[in-house]
């Protein structure tokens, strides 16, 4: 088996430049220079479209009396790959199951949606949303209130009209 | 006209020591932001614009930022020289302003004022005399860190602007040849009398201090001392808050003073086009010009003319501010080596060699009868631009900074000798015991 080197092809020094290379290297600058259009996106002023499909921060749909809608049925916690959720389950006079403690550890989630995809009951849903900045760890374990009080919409994969998707 | 004397002209005296320095520290402070700015354009950025209306607050948040940032001293370094250093450094850049006239000169009612700090009669001299004690500064840097990277950026710094200083020095000679003096309000007067700026005139000598200047400042694509791809970032590796900041301000301090200095000597100073401002301080009587006969014509200073002469001297400093800029964010650093050839084997000889050729030109002219003025420079222009162009042509065929690519071809022997690959297919590599 033959080796073979690629030899690159090098200009003789007597026919290259400096001066002129420079030049138009300079034109080429200076183009770019006074060219309006511009790569940076101004962050906070001009967002980006987020996918349909984008899964963010959880949300915690409530009823009308402001009662979570989650029955602690405990499929989510079961369903997470990430086991970044705390469910623990009471039940009042009623008969009627509810979440006495819910928490979704936000650093340990991944984000996947499949506890939107389980619940039976349309609760639980991943956010179209991403700006979780927080001045602690320990405010990135969402408890119960702060997953109802998020006030972004839940994600486009899941459509109010038709919650069990039919 | 009479000139400004007595308390009035110390009171003067001080306003305008006031007013200069801080003009030039706030054009060295917008130079940061201009640089920031440009280079973000160039690379189709946005650049700072967070601070304050289009960022233009922004060099006043990093003022603030490197006060307040801790003071490092390296355990190793020598103290004194260490921070003697960057004192050193931003002396000289800033005071080589004080004798740049900035514009023509302002009538007041007790006199007329030269828009001047010191019209002091070495002029020139003084300049460069300032411009090479900075390199002090910089190997003092290097050296006191006690770091093998900022002691090379030293060494890069004193070899490079020892040797760009001839050159530097020697484009100078031509432009005094035709001033006639060293001062440079007689060099802004000269230029207004020859009725063309020195950059056309004495256009290789142009190019020449262009480029040595460069070298001077330490600016891409003479940043050798800096060179932060191989050497951290040179001569300040250790320096961290003020003292970094001092060493920041006096590179674009340099940079504002060597685009003043260009702007003076080759493109007139504050001189605009047409004699309406022409102003010269002769027998101590303020003149525009002289009639045929030789008599002087006094001049008319105004409030307006300052203030348009003003307008003029800043955009010619503003413009060469840009081309630094402009260039900085183009071209990439040369090679040492190169850097070195280009000062020692093309700058020298040619600078020397023009020396020459401006100065027959001149005793040509002069025995001819040809008087100073509009046909003087004519003829120089003329000789000067095919100075430059046969200057350019030489430079242009690569043989002293080539590019990195072309170099002559080397063959190589290839033996095609098929004997050791028997199977077909590579021996594992042995695992590591």
Redo the contacts between chains.
Sequence with gaps: MAISVKLMHRPEPESTSYLRAALSGMALTFKHMVNPTKVTQQYPEEMTDLSPRWRGTHVMEQHADGRPKCVACGLCPTVCPANCIRLVGGEDDQGNRYPIVYEIDEFRCIFCGMCQEVCPVEAIHVGRHFENAEYTRDRFVYDLDRLMEQDHPSTLLWDPSDPSSE | MEPISGIPAIVAMALKNLGIFTLVILVVAYATYAERR?S???????GPNRVGPFGLLQPIADGIKNILKEETLPGTASRFFFILAPILVLVPSLVTFAVIPIAAPLPTRWGVVDMIIADVPIGILYVLAFSSLAVYGVVLGGWASNNKYAFLGGLRASAQMVSYEVALGLSLIAVLMLAGNVTLTEMVWQQQQLGMWFAFPLSLAFILFVISAFAETNRLPFDMPEAESELVTGYHTEYSAMKFSAFMISEFGHMVTASALMATIFLGGWDLPGTWDNAFWYNGQLISGFAENGTPIAAQPAVWKTLLTFGGFAAKTGFFLLVYI??R???PRFRYDQVMALGWKVMLPTSLGYVMLVAMTILVLDELGVQYGFLFGLVLTAVSGAATLSF?FF?????T???A?????QK?E???T?TA?VS?RAEPAPAGD
């Design positions: 440009v973000a354009f160039i690379q189709d950025r946005r402009w260039i964010w183009t071209l350019m430079l242009d065929r690569g043989r900074i080539a590019g690519g072309a170099q002559r071809t190589v290839v033996k095609t098929p690959v077909g």
